[in-house]
């Protein structure tokens, strides 16, 4: 299993203070040392944290492959064919957003995003779709012949916290309902079939198949598991836990943890 690591919120924490540490560039030989596979970045139409300076000296120094996340929005698409990274994941993005909520919503941009994945293929540039997994949206993206989908999981790792987060008022609430507990172990069950599904459509249909969104260390195993999916993106936990281990300690676990 191939991992990425997405590395934006080192560039949310020095954009907290408007200044130039700690700098994410700084993390790219570190995750190329632990035995990483890939740097993930989003360049956000409103810069909140990963900005055009960051995208640009990531490309050029990364020994690894850069994973670029990117909107629809002309002028992102415009920097990303020049900047061509190894690969560009397109996402669905909302300003007000705390992170990427959903997934792609193909059917209503299937034009525009036929045309991008169309440009973005002419600059050499491998493609995929974040996009939830469901059958439709594994078809909508054959259609549109891309290279790679990634998998949301953020509707698993939801479920997954509120079943087995240590948050005790999650906990507490759950062991006085036990009808609700039942429920999300199914709910929890029907999300990990649903991925496993669209992996193997997507498998069927020669597209490569990657997962991310919500990941931890307590969630990733089993998603790890699933067959087809060949790489898993994940940012926020490794960074929450370098804080307290080292971004190094941090990457190592989870490699550990899926492979
Ligand atoms: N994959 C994609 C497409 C994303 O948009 C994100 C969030 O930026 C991630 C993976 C990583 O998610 P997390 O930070 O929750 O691990």
């Keep these: 299993m191939n991992l990425g690591v997405n590395i934006d919120h080192i560039a949310v924490l020095r954009e907290a203070r408007k200044t130039n540490e700690p700098d994410p560039l700084d993390a790219v030989p ?3 040392r632990c035995g990483a596979h890939q740097i993930t970045i989003h360049l956000r139409e409103d810069r909140r944290h990963i900005n055009d300076d960051d995208v640009e000296k990531i490309i050029r120094y990364s020994k690894l492959p850069v994973n670029l996340e990117c909107s629809i929005d002309p002028d992102i698409i415009e920097k990303v064919a020049k ?13 007000e ?6 997934g792609l919503d193909i059917a209503t941009y299937h ?11 002419a600059n050499d540039i491998e493609v995929s779709l974040f996009i939830d997994p469901t059958i439709e949206m594994i078809r909508a ?6 290279d790679w989908v990634e998998l949301h999981t953020g509707a698993y790792a939801n479920i997954h916290s509120m ?3 240590n948050l005790r008022y999650t906990h507490n609430f759950i062991k006085e309902l036990d009808i609700q507990r039942r429920e999300l172990e199914k709910m929890l069950r029907d999300s990990m079939n649903k991925l496993a599904l669209a992996a193997s459509e997507a498998d069927e249909f020669g597209i490569k198949v990657a997962a991310g969104h919500g990941l931890n260390y307590q969630n990733v195993k089993d ?5 087809f999916i060949e790489e898993l993106n994940i940012g926020q936990s490794i960074i929450a836990r370098s804080v307290f281990v080292g971004l190094e300690q941090a990457i190592k676990d989870i490699l550990e943890l899926i492979n």
């Design 163 to 165: 079943l087995y987060s």
């Design 97 to 102: 957003e705390v992170t990427t909520e959903g």
């Design 83 to 95: 900047l061509r990274p190894y690969r560009a994941t397109i996402v669905p993005e909302k300003r």
């Design 30 to 32: 570190i995750v190329a």
């Design 223 to 227: 998603i790890a598991s699933i067959n």
């Design 111 to 121: 034009s525009r995003l036929d045309s991008v994945v169309h440009y973005l293929k």
């Design 141 to 146: 993206s054959k259609v549109l012949m891309v």
